[in-house]
Each structure stands twice: as structure tokens, then as C-alpha cells.
């Protein structure tokens, strides 16, 4: 009788070894046959998660950034001198549209705003020197009869020159450096603005 009982017990633990294989390899259950909530998984973070790729600047972006500086400098400036010339107070600064710009446009805006920042300069000086519209006009007229207008025109052998004629004497007094008639149009019309405030047109006997 004992060989049998051995036999059938034999069979019994043959047949149960596969099916504790098969859910050895499924997930755990619970009461129900509903699955069981997974347990957390550790993540040690002193460990790589993995390969990290950093985007490298570009020749462009670092000439947008040197643009972008540059036209920020340009464009307070110009608030500086806006606000000086119309006698109120600056600009609120804000992050322009412009610094959105591709390079091409923001090169272009540069030149633009040191256009205008040379000629604010130019009228804050021509309101120094007093260049009011009563005073071209005056000056128009003695630099039509002295020269025709003419910045560079030189006469009496070398000694007048320029738009008004000044001599070398006449246009350091009035804080003229080098030649009269190598100087800019808009320098001899201040320094003649000067001279012609404080001496009136006495300067110009002929054509004052």
C-alpha cells in the first residue's frame, strides 16, 4: 500500500511546481483576483538618469545678445536726449519688440537710433548757441552776402573763411579749434549764432 500513497504524492507535487512557476510570473493579486498596487520604486538620485544633452550658444545668438545689448544702450540714450530736448521727463524703461528681432533687423534699428541721437545732439547745441528761427534767418542773409552760402569759401587772401567769413582770430573767440572753412556747416552756423549774440552784427560790417 505504501507504494501507491508515494506514487500519488509524487504526482501531486509534479503538478503543482508549474503552476507556481506561471504565477511566479505574473503580477500579484488580491482578494478577488484584482491586482495588487505595485510597490514604489526607489530612484537613487546620485545616479545618471541618463544621457543630458545641453543646447551649445551659437555664433548667432551671441551676436543677437551683443546687438540686443547695444541697441538697449543706443535706445536710452536717445530717451536721455529726447526727454532734454523737450524738457520733460525720460522715457519709462521696457523691454522693447525690437530685442525679438532677427540680427539683420536689429543691425538696421542700431543705425537708425545713431542717426537720431546725432541729430538730437546737433539741436541741443543749436539751442545753446541760440539758434532760434530769428537768428537763421539773420544768419542766412549775412551768409548769403559774405560767401553765397558757401562753408568753404575763402577770400581776402587766405584770411576770412568759411560760410561766415570768420577769421582765425574771430573763431577761436567764439571756441572754434583748426580752419573755419574745414569745419561742418552746423559748427560754423552755432559759432556765428555765438558771435552774433554777443557782438551783434558788428562782426559783418558790410553784410550785417
Known amino acids: 500500500m505504501k507504494a501507491p500513497l508515494i506514487a500519488v504524492i509524487s504526482v501531486g507535487i509534479a503538478a503543482v511546481a508549474p503552476a507556481v512557476a506561471i504565477s511566479a510570473g505574473l503580477p500579484n493579486t488580491g482578494p478577488g483576483g484584482q491586482q495588487a498596487a505595485s510597490a514604489p520604486v526607489k530612484t537613487d538620485l546620485h545616479q545618471p538618469i541618463g544621457p543630458v544633452t545641453m543646447k551649445e ?8 545678445r551683443r546687438l540686443a545689448r547695444r541697441f538697449m544702450a543706443l535706445r536710452h540714450r536717445a530717451d536721455r536726449l529726447i526727454a532734454r530736448r523737450y524738457q520733460r521727463k525720460p ?3 521696457r523691454t522693447p ?5 532677427s540680427n539683420a533687423a536689429l543691425a538696421r534699428a542700431i543705425k537708425t ?3 537720431r541721437i546725432k541729430r538730437l545732439r546737433a539741436a541741443l547745441r543749436a539751442e545753446r548757441a541760440g539758434l532760434t528761427a530769428g537768428v537763421r534767418a539773420a544768419l542766412e542773409r549775412i551768409a548769403h552776402c559774405e560767401s553765397k552760402g558757401n562753408p568753404r569759401a575763402i577770400g581776402g587772401g587766405g584770411s576770412f573763411r ?6 582765425y582770430g574771430t573763431w577761436n573767440a567764439v571756441g572754434g579749434r583748426g580752419d573755419p572753412a574745414v569745419a561742418s556747416e552746423a ?3 552755432r559759432r556765428a549764432a555765438m ?9 559783418w560790417p558790410v553784410c550785417g
Do not use: C
Request: charged share 35%.
Open 91 to 93: 522715457r519709462v524703461a
Open 162 to 167: 568759411g560760410k561766415y567769413q570768420f577769421t
Open 195 to 203: 558771435l552774433l549774440r554777443r557782438s551783434g552784427t558788428s562782426p
Open 57 to 64: 550658444k551659437t555664433k548667432q545668438d551671441i551676436r543677437h
Open 187 to 189: 559748427e560754423q552756423d
Open 97 to 101: 519688440a525690437q530685442l525679438r528681432w
Open 113 to 115: 537710433l545713431r542717426r
